[in-house]
């Protein structure tokens, strides 16, 4: 046990980090809900909209991740080990940029039409989301909700699991498509960010079950 952990017996936790996970939670929510609609988007000037709605959430995002800092840089005792809070707020940051990374895809890529295979990896992305708001909702009552946090985990590594299966069929189908080189880099670069930002939320989950654990 951590010289933080063993002190936390015997003072209050400082809960001041928990409305920032929060706020991060609800950025992360908004924009993936937005990603989902730009992969069903076909106006042009809409999915700039939309692009440009997501970049928002991004910055405010990192305006959230500097507030984090400076609260850590100011506490000494935190809610839990002061390591795993920092890389907490660190991953959820991290899964919003891949968010904006797709949108970027998307956009300079000139997608008007994708695939079903490509909005349903969007749609897991965005059911992640809600499970991690819905995570980060407890979080300050963790220990009495560890059942309802370990299933929302659950909850995210399998629709982790499903979008790898889709990455998978659809790179063995891409090659089989009648595209030219172009289409085939601009829908490989598409599904390949779309798979790298799944796996930064299940990071993130594989986190908190860390965490839990370790109550």
């Given at each position: ?43 042009l ?35 839990f ?20 990374d ?8 000139r ?105």
């Amino acid at each position: 046990m951590s010289l933080n952990s063993f002190f936390q017996f015997f003072v209050p936790k400082e809960t001041k980090f928990y409305p920032l996970y929060q706020k991060q939670a609800e950025y992360i929510s908004k924009a993936a809900q937005l990603l989902r609609q730009m992969l069903i988007e076909t106006d042009l000037e809409c999915l700039e909209t939309l692009k440009k709605d997501i970049k928002t959430c991004e910055t405010e995002g990192d305006e959230v991740l500097r507030d984090f800092y400076s609260q850590l840089f100011a506490t000494v005792l935190t809610p839990f080990d002061r390591e795993d809070v920092h890389e907490l707020a660190e991953m959820m940051d991290t899964f919003l940029d891949r968010i904006d990374d797709s949108a970027n895809i998307i956009l300079t890529r000139r997608f008007l039409a994708v695939d079903e295979d490509l909005t349903t990896m969007a749609e897991n992305i965005m059911f992640a989301a809600e499970n991690l708001n819905s995570i980060i909702r407890d979080l300050p009552v963790m220990y009495d909700k560890r059942k309802e946090i370990t299933r929302f985990c659950h909850e995210i590594k399998t629709l982790e699991h499903d979008n790898d299966e889709l990455y998978g069929n659809y790179i063995s189908k891409l090659f089989q498509q009648d595209y030219n080189l172009t289409e085939i880099i601009k829908r490989k670069d598409l599904v390949q960010v779309l798979e790298n930002t799944t796996n930064s939320v299940k990071y993130i989950s594989d986190k908190i079950r860390s965490i839990i654990s370790k109550l």
